[in-house]
C-alpha cells in the first residue's frame, strides 16, 4: 500500500462565496487524455509544458462555421486570420478546408505566400503597409484593404508607377452600439470619410474598387453590433450601385466572434454567455439578404473568423513545481508555466483540469506561473482538488493569440505538438534551445573575453 500524502491542516474562516445558478457546489472530472491520447504520455515523450492542438477540433470549428454561414446566404468565403494563431501546420488545416488569407503585416503575407495560399486569395488588412509591400501585393492580385488616406495616396502613385490597376477596399470604422469604438482603424462613416474616400478613389480612375470592409472590435458578445454594422456598409454599397452603377463585389464584416472561454469578472461562465455561430450568421446575413439587394447582385460575403475557429482546438499541459501558503492563509500552486506561455491570462479565467484522478477535498487557490515576477499570475482565484508537485494539469481553450503573442522571458518556449485526424502526434514546433534564441546576437571585440 502506497505511504498517503501528509499536508499539514490550516484553520481558515467558513466563506462560501457568491452563488452562482447552479449553486455552490462544484464539481470535477480528470482530463486523461486528448483526442484519445493520453496526457501523461504526452508529457512524457514532449516534455511540461506543451501546447497540444487538436486537428479534429480545427476541422470541426471550421466546417460548422462555413455551414452556419452558407446555409442562410449564397456566397461565402472564409479568411483565416494569421495574427490569431500562424503556425503553419494550423493555417494549412484552414487553407485545406477552402479558406483564403487574413494578414495584417509583410511577415504574415509571406507567411500566407509560402503556405501555398495564391496571391489573389490575400486579404491584406492593417495600417503598417509599407511601399514595398503595396508593390508585392499589387503585384500578386491581392486584395488590399486601405486603411488611412495617407495609404490610399501611396497606393495611388504606386498604381500609376506599375501601370496596373489594383483591387482595393476600405476599411470602415462606425458606431455600433458597442463602446469604446474602434474608430482607431479604417474610415468612419458617421462623417462621411468612407465615402469621401470612395468618391476619391473612383474619380482617380486608378484602382479597381471591388470592397468594403470592418472590424468592429474583439470578443464580441452582442449579434446586434454585426446587424448595425452589416446596415450601414449595405447603406454604402447600395449609394454606390447608384452613383456609379456598378456593384460592390464583396463585404467584408471582418472577425471578432469569441470563443466560450469566461472573460475575467464575468458571473457567468462563457459557455453560458457566447452567442453561437448560428446566431451571428442569422443577424448578420438577415441584414444583408433584406437590404435591397436584387439576388444576382448580392456581395459575397467576407469572414475573417480566428479566435471562434481555434481557441477551443488547443491545450497546455503543464505541471505543479510547488504548493505553499501565502501570508494571508491562502494556498498557492506554481505551476511550470505562466504568463510568458500563457499570455490570454490576462484576459480569461481559464479552466484548469487535473490530469489524474484525486480526492474530493478542494480548495481555492491562486495559480501561479514559474517566472520572478510578481504579474505571473495564471489564475487570481480559483476552486481546485489539493494538487501535489509533479501532479498535471489541462488548461482548456488556449488556441487563440497565445501562440503569437507569447514571450521569450526567463524561460524558453516549448513545443507544440498536433494530433491528427488518425490520432498520429506530430511535432509542429520545436523547444527552443539556447543556440536559437542567441542566434542573431553579435558580440564586440572587446567583449569576447572575461576575466572573473
Excluded at 26 to 43: C, H, R, S
Aim: charged residues 25%; contains cysteine; aromatic residues 10%.
Amino acid at each position: 500500500m502506497d505511504k498517503l500524502r501528509y499536508e499539514r491542516p490550516s484553520i481558515k474562516q467558513m466563506n462560501a462565496g457568491l452563488m452562482n445558478q447552479y449553486g455552490l457546489k462544484t464539481e470535477y472530472a480528470p482530463v486523461l487524455d486528448i483526442d484519445g491520447v493520453p496526457v501523461k504520455k504526452i508529457i512524457s515523450e514532449y516534455g511540461s509544458p506543451v501546447f497540444v492542438i487538436s486537428e479534429r477540433q480545427l476541422r470541426r470549428n471550421y466546417q460548422n462555421a462555413v455551414r452556419a454561414f452558407k446555409t442562410r446566404y449564397p456566397k461565402v468565403q472564409f479568411a483565416w486570420s494569421y495574427k490569431t494563431n500562424y503556425l503553419d501546420s494550423v493555417c494549412r488545416v484552414f487553407h485545406q478546408e477552402g479558406s483564403w488569407a487574413e494578414v495584417v503585416s509583410r511577415f504574415e503575407y509571406q507567411k500566407a505566400l509560402r503556405n501555398g495560399v495564391p496571391g489573389k486569395k490575400i486579404v491584406f488588412n492593417g495600417p503598417d503597409k509599407r511601399e514595398e509591400d503595396i508593390i508585392t501585393a499589387i503585384k500578386n492580385d491581392s486584395l488590399l484593404h486601405i486603411d488611412h488616406f495617407d495609404e490610399l495616396y501611396l497606393t495611388l502613385e504606386l498604381a500609376e508607377k506599375l501601370n496596373k490597376k489594383p483591387r482595393v477596399a476600405i476599411r470602415v470604422n462606425m458606431d455600433t452600439g458597442i463602446y469604446p469604438m474602434w474608430d482607431r482603424f479604417g474610415f468612419n462613416y458617421e462623417n462621411g470619410q468612407a465615402w469621401n474616400a470612395i468618391n476619391k478613389i473612383m474619380a482617380s480612375g486608378k484602382l479597381e474598387f471591388t470592397g468594403l470592409h470592418t472590424h468592429i472590435g474583439t470578443f464580441m458578445l452582442v449579434t446586434s453590433a454585426y446587424a448595425a454594422a452589416a446596415s450601414k456598409l449595405c447603406d454604402l454599397a447600395y449609394n454606390f450601385r447608384i452613383k456609379f452603377n456598378k456593384n460592390i463585389e464583396y463585404i467584408d464584416i471582418g472577425g471578432g466572434f469569441p470563443s466560450t472561454n469566461t472573460l475575467k469578472g464575468s458571473y457567468l461562465q462563457g459557455v453560458d454567455t457566447v452567442p453561437s455561430i448560428d446566431e451571428f450568421a442569422e443577424a448578420i446575413t438577415n441584414t444583408i439578404v433584406n437590404y435591397g439587394f436584387k439576388p444576382e447582385d448580392l456581395p459575397t460575403l467576407i469572414l475573417e473568423t480566428g479566435r471562434a475557429l481555434v481557441d477551443d482546438a488547443a491545450f497546455l499541459l503543464g505541471t505543479v513545481l510547488a504548493t505553499k501558503r501565502l501570508s494571508d492563509g491562502r494556498r498557492a500552486t506554481i505551476m511550470d508555466f505562466g504568463v510568458n506561455l500563457l499570455f490570454t491570462s490576462y484576459w480569461y479565467d481559464h479552466e484548469i483540469s487535473p490530469a489524474q484522478e484525486f480526492t474530493q477535498n478542494s480548495e481555492d487557490m491562486v495559480v501561479y506561473g514559474p517566472l520572478c515576477m510578481n504579474i505571473d499570475v495564471v489564475r487570481e482565484n480559483i476552486n481546485l482538488p489539493l494538487l501535489q508537485k509533479g501532479d498535471n494539469v489541462v488548461v482548456h481553450k488556449v488556441g487563440a493569440y497565445n501562440m503569437t503573442q507569447w514571450q521569450q522571458f526567463i524561460t524558453m518556449r516549448p513545443k507544440v505538438i498536433l494530433i491528427d485526424m488518425q490520432r498520429n502526434v506530430h511535432i509542429i514546433r520545436e523547444t527552443e534551445t539556447l543556440d536559437y534564441i542567441t542566434e542573431l546576437e553579435k558580440v564586440p571585440q572587446h567583449l569576447t573575453e572575461t576575466n572573473l
